[in-house]
């Protein structure tokens, strides 16, 4: 059984940095394609970025030049390196992956930007 655990959320201040990591189990080849959702309150999840097989990235307008999606093949985990926080980045992020043709998903960990 695949899973994705992902972890590194919290609360931050404004123009503070937080890592997230996803850790996936139960999966002896790579992903496709990995990546990060995240989902504010009142509002549908939206992607953050991903990263796939080759390391081609894509990112959200709105995170481009502050975050940074990375991947470690060999551990199947994939990173997010949050830089400039700002309040807007408030939401649940989730990891996803995707491998024959199939997507899993994370629990998803809580990201707050606040003072």
């Known amino acids: 059984q695949v899973q994705l655990v992902e972890s590194g959320g919290g609360l931050v201040q404004p123009g503070g940095s937080l890592r997230l990591s996803c850790a996936a189990s139960g999966i002896t080849s790579s992903f496709r394609v990995m990546g990060w959702y995240r989902q504010a309150p009142g509002k549908q999840r939206e992607l953050v970025a991903n990263i796939n097989i080759v390391g081609s990235t894509v990112y959200a307008v709105s995170v481009k030049g502050r975050f940074t999606i990375s991947r470690d093949y060999a551990l199947n985990t994939v990173f997010l390196q949050m830089n400039s926080l700002k309040p807007e980045d408030t939401g649940i992020y989730f990891c996803?992956?995707?491998?024959?043709?199939?997507?899993?998903w994370g629990q998803g960990t809580q990201v707050t930007v606040s003072s």
């Open positions: 996803n992956g995707i491998v024959d043709a199939r997507g899993y």
